[in-house]
């Protein structure tokens, strides 16, 4: 059986609960990355052993 939370007494599936938690977690994606370019953007250079990755964005 599926589960069910209540919200202001309406039961609302999980399958919305959780749907509803990855637009948060989208949201708050693009907010840090609105904040990143409002920063200034940034640079990364990362190098594991004979891995190398280099990325910047702004």
């Given at each position: 059986?599926?589960?069910?939370?209540?919200?202001?007494?309406h039961a609302v599936p999980g399958i919305i609960v959780f749907f509803f938690w990855v637009?948060?977690?989208?949201?708050?994606?693009?907010?840090?990355?609105?904040?990143?370019?409002?920063?200034?953007?940034?640079?990364?250079?990362?190098?594991?052993?004979?891995?190398?990755?280099?990325?910047?964005?702004?």
């Amino acid at each position: 059986m599926a589960r069910v939370r209540t919200v202001a007494g309406h039961a609302v599936p999980g399958i919305i609960v959780f749907f509803f938690w990855v637009v948060v977690a989208i949201l708050a994606i693009i907010l840090l990355a609105f904040i990143v370019n409002w920063a200034g953007g940034g640079d990364l250079h990362l190098r594991l052993g004979h891995f190398f990755l280099d990325v910047g964005f702004t």
